[in-house]
């Protein structure tokens, strides 16, 4: 069978892939290009492991052919930090324990991230509302609602 050629843009940087037609957006990410950042939870589009921004909008990648990729605007996990200066959601996160296990973390960073862009002083219901394609199993929620406020703060 023969392989696609995708060109896009992956936290900013011009990038370019072979895939084949059925491969995930998220399995490209990781086995491919080597961004392991981006998590594979359900691969059904479940629980938010796997979102990326992609043109502006979150997507769960798992659920996004590799090929639709084609001159967009990806943005991943690997794209937060500003080199080795974290995020203010970053260091949120860090501050207020809202991460144990890992495996939602960058889900709902990134997620958040494309909130506060959109909307730099959320409510706790919108945060609430835009995060709730994200699911953690081990800390609850509270914990990352105070980190998104916390980071909101420290940005606007």
């Known amino acids: 069978m023969a392989k696609i050629h995708v060109e896009t843009t992956i936290n900013g940087d011009p990038t370019e892939f072979l895939c084949e037609a059925q491969q995930s957006l998220s399995e490209v990410l990781r ?3 080597h961004l392991f950042g ?3 939870g359900c691969t059904t589009g479940d629980c938010g492991a796997c979102t990326v921004v992609m043109d502006g909008r979150i997507v769960c990648s798992c659920l996004v052919l590799a090929a639709e990729a084609q001159r967009k605007s990806i943005h991943t996990i690997e794209g937060v930090a500003d080199g080795e200066t974290l995020h203010p959601l970053q260091e949120a996160f860090l501050e207020n324990a809202a991460l144990q296990c890992g495996i939602c973390t960058p889900g709902f960073i990134v997620a958040a991230k494309n909130l506060l862009e959109r909307n730099p002083n959320p409510s706790e219901q919108e945060i609430r509302y835009w995060l709730a394609g ?17 980071a909101a703060a420290a940005i606007g």
């Open 31 to 33: 086995e491919e290009l």
């Open 38 to 40: 981006t998590k594979e």
């Open 134 to 150: 994200n699911l953690c199993r081990c800390t609850g929620y509270d914990k990352i609602i105070r980190a998104v406020q916390q």
